[in-house]
């Protein structure tokens, strides 16, 4: 399967805890995203990663939440000291880089904080 | 800041029926229009539009962009039970960070039945 994975699909967490999602883009793909969305809501941009820079984050990426892209391949986001508000579906996005492009989603993680 | 605003919020059809889904949008500077399907799990890329009074078509599916009224739709002919979904428009503008980020409406709910 040549899509964008994420692992794990789905966490179970309590208030407090750490975690951490993975991500894996479409191999030739630079352009890397990451949006939450919540029940009844459409996908909410968090970041956005060309090769291994983060190029823009939204204000709804609180301190608690960072992202990296270490070889501008994968992409792991992490929440610490999640809470409540936290539990949501998380997707990632590629895109391949070359001006109009589209974007193409993974399976997503859905975060329960309890 | 961007904004989508789609309607109806959801809809009811029988099989066979025609349906009309819209999309109205203001973004500073517009690149381009989206359309995607999500059933219970990541979105799937539909559409791209970048230019008005093309139309997009795919099977039974087809789009216009209209820039001039910053609106979209997406028509379905001969629908059928796998066509329910939720139906999720997206605007891609240019910002001063470069950023190809999506801004989403909340979705169309589509419900076929029998």
């Known amino acids: 399967d040549t899509g964008v994975s994420q692992d794990p699909r789905h966490k179970i967490t309590k208030r407090g805890q750490n975690v951490t999602f993975r991500c894996d883009p479409i191999s030739e793909h630079n352009r890397l995203y990451w949006y939450r969305q919540t029940l009844g809501q459409g996908p909410e941009f968090l970041t956005y990663?060309?090769?291994?820079?983060?190029?823009?984050k939204s204000r709804l990426l609180s301190d608690r939440f960072s992202a990296e892209r270490p070889k501008g391949s994968f992409s792991t986001l992490e929440i610490q000291r999640t809470e409540q508000g936290d539990s949501a579906m998380y997707l990632c996005?590629?895109?391949?880089?070359?001006?109009?492009?589209?974007?193409?989603f993974g399976p997503g993680t859905r975060l329960l904080v309890l | 800041e961007d904004k989508v605003v789609q309607s109806p919020l959801s809809l009811v059809v029988h099989e066979g029926d025609t349906v009309t889904l819209n999309c109205s949008y203001e973004v500073t500077n517009f690149r381009s229009l989206l359309w995607y399907k999500q059933e219970k799990k990541a979105p799937t890329f539909l559409f791209m539009l970048t230019s008005s009074g093309i139309e997009k078509k795919s099977g039974r599916l087809s789009s216009i962009l209209d820039k001039k009224e910053l609106f979209s739709i997406l028509n379905i002919t001969a629908t059928q039970t796998g066509d329910s979904a939720v139906y999720l428009c997206a605007i891609s503008g240019y910002s001063g960070a470069g950023s190809y980020q999506l801004t989403f409406g909340k979705g169309t709910k589509l419900s076929v039945i029998p």
């Open positions: 990663f060309q090769n291994e820079a983060q190029l823009e």
């Open positions: 996005a590629s895109s391949l880089g070359l001006g109009l492009e589209t974007q193409y």
